[in-house]
């Protein structure tokens, strides 16, 4: 059972426009959330979080939204720069034992066009 | 990446034979993770550490140990590869108590090991 799904496999913005990406998850025993991104032959880096008790977060171009009632969050860059062009995957976070549990959607490409 | 040292960058191995892949950390962050990923997966838990000899198995475990004899060294064994294992690892740290009153970091990743099993 995926209890982390990112449904949009791609998404093609145009430089300088809006690019939102959308995350569900299905667990509300998930106390934090996060995006990382990634670029080919690197490993996923950290982007930005948001903690279950809030609603929004904010980190330059970065926002995500969170909406517990609906179980979705989003990823908000704007404007978009053709750096931004990469695959995002959102993650839901369990702490066990100070350990940091993670559960991952199946990312969404990101291409910012000129 | 600064911090984390993934070895082999590449492996390609036969069906039924042991692989070993290495992680190595500059951090002294407490806790270490394997992950997976796949097409369609996303990043998938194999096995984490919490501390020396400290480790527990994560979503994806079968087929997979781990052993950490040192806070720097997370080492991740196929004892007999598989095809199904052919995947992208990637090693994770992280660290608790961080000064400034942040509790947690988040997950820091190496740049993975590209496994193949012919």
């Known amino acids: 059972d995926q209890q982390v799904k990112q449904n949009s496999p791609s998404l093609s913005v145009q430089e300088g426009r809006i690019s939102i990406l959308n995350c569900d998850y299905t667990?509300?025993?998930?106390?934090?959330f996060l995006w990382y991104k990634k670029y080919p032959a690197e490993g996923p880096t950290f982007l930005i979080s948001?903690?279950?008790?809030?609603d929004k977060n904010e980190d330059g171009r970065f926002t995500v939204f969170l909406n517990k009632s609906a179980k979705h969050l989003s990823l908000h860059i704007v404007p978009s720069q053709p750096g931004d062009s990469a695959v995002y995957f959102c993650?839901?976070?369990?702490?066990?034992?100070?350990?940091?549990?993670?559960?991952f959607g199946q990312g969404t490409r990101l291409t910012i066009n000129p | 990446d600064a911090g984390i040292t993934q070895s082999p960058r590449h492996k390609v191995t036969e069906t039924g034979t042991p692989v070993t892949l290495r992680c190595h950390q500059t951090?002294?962050?407490?806790?270490m993770y394997w992950y997976r990923q796949d097409p369609g997966h996303g990043l998938r838990l194999i096995h984490y550490?919490?501390?020396?000899?400290?480790?527990d198995k994560g979503e994806v475990s079968d087929g997979y140990s781990v052993s950490r004899s040192k806070t720097e060294d997370f080492l991740l064994t196929l004892e007999s590869a598989t095809s199904s294992q052919t995947s992208v690892y990637f090693c994770?740290?992280?660290?608790?108590?961080?000064?400034?009153?942040?509790?947690?970091?988040?997950?820091?990743f190496g740049n993975g090991t590209r496994l193949t099993v012919t």
């Open positions: 994770a740290i992280s660290e608790s108590r961080m000064r400034g009153g942040q509790r947690n970091s988040p997950l820091h």
């Open positions: 667990n509300s025993m998930f106390d934090y």
């Open positions: 948001i903690s279950s008790i809030k």
């Open positions: 993650a839901a976070r369990r702490l066990i034992q100070g350990a940091q549990k993670l559960v």
């Open positions: 951090e002294n962050h407490r806790y």
């Open positions: 550490s919490y501390g020396v000899k400290d480790t």
